[in-house]
T-cell receptor
């Protein structure tokens, strides 16, 4: 069974640009969540989707957005990039459903560098 | 004060030692996760707990809901256990699942 796939793995952008990251969950998993990891702040929750609906959202500015498609694949977008957005962006999928937390399966991450 | 506190922040052990990492939290939760992250970034879920105790090989995780505390134990530690161990809680509020809140992690180094 294929794991969680994130693309691209590495990317370099300049301030002011936008970026889109993709996450394909494990087959059958309908929940996808996104996280930002930086040396200073550690892991922080961005948002979580289940059946194409955003279920939860972390404390990030509106420049960070996401969506989930009918095949459970998810994308996140960061607009007007800032230097502080340089981070490892991780996604995780789970069998999580209403009222039932599920084990998380993480992708390898997308490492974004903003110059 | 962080909602999820881990201790210690750093831990160095000799191969074979028994290791304990602690996690305390201050919010209502529906589940607690223990995660392992090796250098290079990949994160692996070790346990998901909502009560009691779970064991997987040399790893044991316990949770005390009343005391809002969890421990991760590693028996007979090995250099390959060297990694960052992260505690994360799924908040529970208003009858629904909330966000995941992470601890800062415990960096474990096991010397041969």
């Amino acid at each position: 069974k294929a794991g969680v796939t994130q693309t691209p793995r590495y990317l370099i952008k300049t301030r002011g640009q936008q970026v889109t990251l993709s996450c394909s969950p494990i087959s059958g998993h309908r929940s996808v969540s996104w996280y930002q990891q930086t040396p200073g702040q550690g892991l922080q929750f961005l948002f979580e989707y289940f059946s194409e609906t955003q279920r939860n959202k972390g404390n990030f500015p509106g420049r960070f957005s996401g969506r989930q498609f009918s095949n459970s694949r998810s994308e996140m977008n960061v607009s007007t990039l800032e230097l502080g957005d340089s981070a490892l962006y991780l996604c995780a999928s789970s069998l999580w459903g209403t009222g039932r937390p599920g084990e998380l399966f993480f992708g390898e991450g997308s490492r974004l560098t903003v110059l | 004060k962080n909602e999820v506190e881990q201790s210690p922040q750093n831990l160095t052990a000799q191969e074979g030692e028994f290791i304990t990492i602690n996690c305390s939290y201050s919010v209502g939760i529906s589940a607690l996760h223990w995660l392992q992250q090796h250098p290079g970034g990949g994160i692996v879920s070790l346990f998901m707990l909502s009560s009691g105790k779970k064991k997987h090989g040399r790893l044991i995780a316990t949770i005390n809901i009343q005391e809002k505390h969890s421990s991760l134990h590693i028996t007979a530690s090995h250099p390959r256990d060297s990694a960052v161990y992260i505690c994360a809680v799924r908040s529970w509020a208003g009858g629904s699942q909330g966000n995941l809140i992470f601890g800062k992690g415990t960096k474990l180094s096991v010397k041969p």
